[in-house]
């Protein structure tokens, strides 16, 4: 635990299943107060509510679409109306179509270029107006991915999107880190999440992916959440622009693992 954690106030979107629920459940463990937000799955947010309050925490669920300035409005109205501030923000959601990049509908990259890169943008936006206006030392966390650095085909929209959260990750740490704002981004390998659920139950998909890894398994939810905690907090005071690859080492060239090449 992260003692000067307890009673901060968080923003964790995408937080009905995966990493974002991780984090939310995480971060009740804190002691912290989370707003965890869903898109469409209720049942999903009101469970890891239910969590972070079992866990010491305090929870409010609330529904808000990432990619609209509406959404991220109604976000930060909940931190400040149910918990009276903002100290943490979490741009968790996220999203990916498998398609081959000449097949690739112009709707399919634009849905997934809205989530997981303008959604950041205006999570980014939204947190960061409010700790300028309050004078806050606050805390961003972007969820990135591997795929920020490792090409991955017919995932091109996914690739560019986390792509360019690295960038403006980078961008705005620098921009902000003259007032004690700091923005980090994590970047996760293969973690058993809902996103991968079809994937996994494949054998052999599960398998070859296990192969990726040089650590050879599978991450789990909570490896990743343990970043955020540890970014959140003031544990890690003078970092900030960075990607934590929480990824059991798949950005390390594993094809080269056997002394080959
Ligand atoms: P997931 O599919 O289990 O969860 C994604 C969450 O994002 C869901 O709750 C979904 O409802 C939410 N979401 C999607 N669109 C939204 C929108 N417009 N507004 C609000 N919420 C929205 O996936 P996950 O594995 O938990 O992924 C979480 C993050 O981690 C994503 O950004 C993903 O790209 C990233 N990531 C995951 C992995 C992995 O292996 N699981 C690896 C690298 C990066």
Request: hydrophobic residues 40%.
């Amino acid at each position: 635990m992260y003692k000067d954690l307890e009673n901060k106030v968080a923003v964790v979107t995408g937080g009905s299943k995966g990493i974002g629920t991780a984090i939310s459940e995480r971060f009740g463990k804190e002691h912290m107060s989370v707003v965890v937000n869903y898109h469409s799955d209720e049942d999903g947010a009101k469970k890891a509510a239910e969590i972070v309050e079992k866990n010491g925490g305090k929870a409010v669920t609330i529904q808000a679409n990432v990619s609209t300035e509406e959404g991220n409005q109604a976000l930060i109205d909940a931190a400040v109306d149910n918990f009276g501030d903002l100290d943490v923000w979490v741009n968790n959601a996220g999203m990916e179509i498998k398609s081959p990049t000449h097949e690739l509908s112009l709707d399919d990259w634009q849905k997934v270029i809205s989530v997981d890169q303008t959604g950041v943008f205006l999570g980014c936006k939204t947190a960061i107006a409010y700790f300028e206006k309050h004078n806050k030392q606050g805390n961003i966390i972007n969820m990135s991915s591997v795929h920020e650095q490792i090409p991955w085909p017919t995932f091109a929209s996914y690739t560019t999107a986390k792509g360019g959260v690295k960038m403006f990750t980078k961008t705005i740490a620098m921009e902000y880190a003259k007032d004690g704002i700091r923005v980090n981004g994590i970047g996760p390998g293969a973690i058993n999440t809902p996103i991968n659920a079809k994937k996994f139950a494949d054998k052999e998909q599960y398998d070859q992916t296990v192969s990726m890894v040089p650590m050879n398994r599978i991450g789990k939810p909570e490896e990743v959440a343990a970043g955020a905690a540890w970014l959140a907090s003031s544990e890690s005071s003078y970092v900030t622009g960075i990607t934590l690859f929480i990824d059991g080492g798949m950005t390390l060239y594993p094809a080269f693992k056997d002394g080959q090449g």
